[in-house]
């Protein structure tokens, strides 16, 4: 026993150092989502107070970029307008319904929320951005996130009471359904870790006609992201002779070093269509497993 | 001023350089990541005990993943460099205590030479094994080495602008301490 003793005591420093790795290390691989959480609650309250404050400074010197992008997207919206629009047909006229709700039942499917990035990354390989808004205010985990001017910026991972962390299309981990705006062929959009200024878009087959300059929009597979924003354009095709499939190289039309009003949309019917999802699996799981 | 109040008044100062100026920047290219947080471990006391050595570059690494969402990666790198501190230093600076003179290992304690490979060797060890568990999880072993080379050189480069812009006050320590 005396023997073990002066064995740790001899051996202190070397023990608490191998411990301090393997705390380290463990939380860095075996890294789960209730330890994330924990993790990034605590941290995240104390970051944010320090990130929001240095964001009231950093900000006047986006206001003239971010003026435009504001401008742009309102310039978008108003063209949308009923106001712009008349009857050329002179023999008809515009009937005001007197039914006061709308009786084919349109649902609200995606809600947007407003938000601020208070910090944010593109030089790492796994680029996070941090936002003002958390669960206090009703952000919750896998929320899209939407540029001022209407481009996709990412998706929220983490959320404490009053902030939230979301992760960037330029981290390696992400994946986002993707489509082509000309043919609505579907993709993936990924990011190899390497420049900022490009994507990948994965899975489009030859059969399509891309050239140079195609718009890229969010698919209509995904349960995070709304259809029909834009990711990006076509910048580069990569020949891949082995597979149907194109490598297309894509330039994001988010301007990911000056992020700064930001969007949250949330997709109202989500955990319905997850339960969906989940009880079909489980029927097809005991399908298979009957037949066996 | 005392050590302790320095050193914490440091620690901020490191951690908030790194995270709000640093890390603000414009990339000028994906392979120049500026780092220099972690002088505050090569900064710390000679006299510092070597398992308090080890908390707080644990504390320190820890400190600096909270910005970068990463736990554990910085922490690990951290500890690395504080248990390998002291042999570094007890190989640079002779046994000989007329030559341990100063509080801090700095050019002027040290002599530019030993100073400047202590600084590199520790480089190398943070930014060799964070991008190492980079490499782990994603990435291709070209980039990991380029990388490794390029931002060991602009964290010295860096450091040694610093060492040389803002010369720290050293304590003389005298025999009767």
Known sequence: MRNVFLFIRRYFTFISFVLLQVLALSMLFRYNKYQRAVFLGKANEITGYFNSHYDNVDDYFHLKEENLRVHKMNDSLLNLMQANFIMVDTSSHIITDSVRYDTTQMVRKYLAKEAKVVSNSTTGMKNYFQINRGAKQGIKDNMAVINSDGSVAGQVVGVSENFSQVMSLLNVHTTVSAMMKKSRNNGRIEWDGQSPLYLTLRNIPKSDAVIIGDTVLTGINSYNYPPGWIIGTVSDIVEDKSTNFYVLRVRPSANFQNLQQVFVIENLQREEQVALDKATQKKVDELNKRKQ | ?177
């Open chain 2, 1 to 177: 001023m005392n050590d302790i109040v320095r050193n914490i008044f440091r620690f901020v100062f490191f951690i908030m350089l790194q995270v709000y100026v640093l890390d603000n920047i414009p990339p000028l290219h994906r392979f120049i990541i500026p780092v220099i947080y972690f002088l505050f471990l090569l900064w710390l006391p000679f006299s510092i005990s070597r398992f308090w050595l080890l908390m707080i570059g644990f504390l320190t690494g820890l400190a600096y993943d909270w910005y970068t969402v990463t736990p554990g990666m910085h922490a690990a790198a951290c500890v690395l460099i504080a248990y390998f501190r002291p042999f570094i230093v007890n190989i640079l600076i002779p046994k000989d205590t007329s030559e341990f003179n100063y509080s801090e290992p700095s050019a002027k304690a040290m002599g530019w030479a030993p100073y400047a490979v202590y600084v590199l060797i520790l480089s190398v060890f943070h930014h060799g094994y964070i991008l190492l568990l980079e490499l782990l999880e994603v990435g291709n072993f070209l980039d990991f080495l380029i990388k490794v080379v390029s931002t060991t050189a602009i964290s010295v480069l860096l450091i040694f602008t610093a060492e040389i812009l803002f010369p720290r006050r050293l304590k003389y320590r005298t025999n009767t301490a």
